[in-house]
């Protein structure tokens, strides 16, 4: 919408202007399904979650509330001049509003991966016991906003965000396109959000690196239930797929590329990973007279959400560079096998966003709050 609205500014080319009122309409659909299914979520919080909530309360309250007040009223507030002002301001003040409502957009997410980060990461905080039970309060605010996992956890979120909007615009013009309709619109899409999505799935990659890292650090075992792990030694392979199988205590079926995850993360392949039998994955320590194997997540449900999630993240890369390539040539448009395939594509990301989602929460199990519940 922004680049959309952005061109027409600079060019007063009317196609722009009606391609940015085509996506707000859309926008605007989505936006409301997110307040709708967002409400509901905030009454689960009590409702299905309630220990949960009395423990983490404290915390999570002052970054929900730092949601709603420095990005829900400035988001909502614009898009009703977005969606609502198109001939009641000017055309710059217009393409402001738009802005503001994707700076808004993108700061209702600090506020959530905030708080759900601090889960997987916990700082500025102390545990206090009380009448109800123990609960977490907040000692130092930007030491719990700026935990150890919030910046890579937030820009790998993002990034997902924009390559899901991004395959959202490709299949709805690839649509157009398939079935010759509105074809200088859908070619202008194509275009833009193209080189767009290309970008933010190579940027995907090079910002899961760096989650890797930080989860070998800070949740060892979590990383390890995600490449099925089972003991701590050098050399450790990486798997491509496979089937971890928590009885055997192995990769089943699977192909592995000996050393490659002790060289992605450490930089050295004979350099050691933690192991789901190792008790330093335990944060804290292991508790006398209990098992390691206590404090497994699901393994098997890890391994696959975290390998789903990488798999998609290289087809996109594949598909959108060599998109990319067909569109500098000038032949991108007459390959309906490739138009095809992005009308449908766009369910990769949703179910990529999911799987990565889902990785995150299952690989934090058994604990609700890293190392504290």
């Known amino acids: 919408m922004i680049i959309s609205e952005g061109l027409f500014l600079a060019t007063r080319n009317h196609e722009y202007e009606g391609m940015a009122r085509f996506w707000t309409r859309l926008f605007a659909l989505t936006f409301a399904m997110g307040v709708a299914t967002g409400i509901v979520m905030e009454f689960q919080f009590g409702t299905n979650w309630a220990t949960y909530s009395r423990f983490v309360g404290d915390v999570f309250g002052a970054a929900l509330a730092a949601e709603g007040i420095f990005a829900f009223f400035l988001e909502s507030g614009f898009l009703a001049v977005v969606v609502f002002g198109w001939n009641k301001v000017s055309p710059l003040k217009h393409f402001l509003a738009t802005v503001m409502v994707g700076l808004g957009a993108t700061f209702s997410a600090v506020w959530i991966i905030v708080a759900n ?89 090079i910002s899961g690196h760096s989650n890797a890292k930080m989860v070998s650090r800070y949740q060892p075992g979590k990383l390890a239930a995600f490449e099925g792990q089972f003991d701590t030694a050098p050399r450790a392979p990486l798997h491509l ?54 404090y497994w997540p699901p393994v098997n449900l890890s391994f696959q959400l975290y390998h789903l999630m990488v798999g998609l993240g290289v087809a996109f890369i594949v598909l959108t560079v060599t998109a990319m390539l067909l569109l500098w040539r000038g032949t991108l448009f007459r390959k309906r096998w490739l138009l095809r395939a992005f009308m449908f594509a766009v369910i990769g990301p949703v179910i990529a966003n999911q799987a990565g989602w889902a990785a995150a929460e299952v690989g934090r199990q058994p604990w609700v709050v890293w190392g504290l519940l």
């Open 241 to 294: 797929w496979g089937w971890a199988d928590e009885e055997a205590e192995q990769v089943r079926g699977g192909l592995a590329v000996p050393g490659s995850l002790s060289f992605l993360v450490h930089g050295d392949t004979a350099a050691p990973i933690a192991g789901l039998n190792d008790p330093n994955t335990v944060p804290g320590g292991l508790p006398a007279g209990e098992a390691v194997r206590d």
């Open 117 to 205: 980060s601090w889960q997987q990461t916990p700082t500025g905080y102390h545990v206090v016991t009380t009448e109800a039970g123990r609960r977490a309060e907040l000692t130092d605010f930007w030491a719990a906003v700026l935990n150890p996992s919030t910046l890579d956890r937030l820009v790998h979120t993002l990034i997902g965000a924009m390559i899901m909007g991004g395959f959202f615009v490709l299949s709805i013009s690839a649509f157009c396109l398939l079935r010759g309709r509105h074809e200088d619109f859908a070619k202008r899409s194509f275009a833009i959000a193209l080189p767009f999505t290309a970008f933010f799935s190579l940027a995907a990659a």
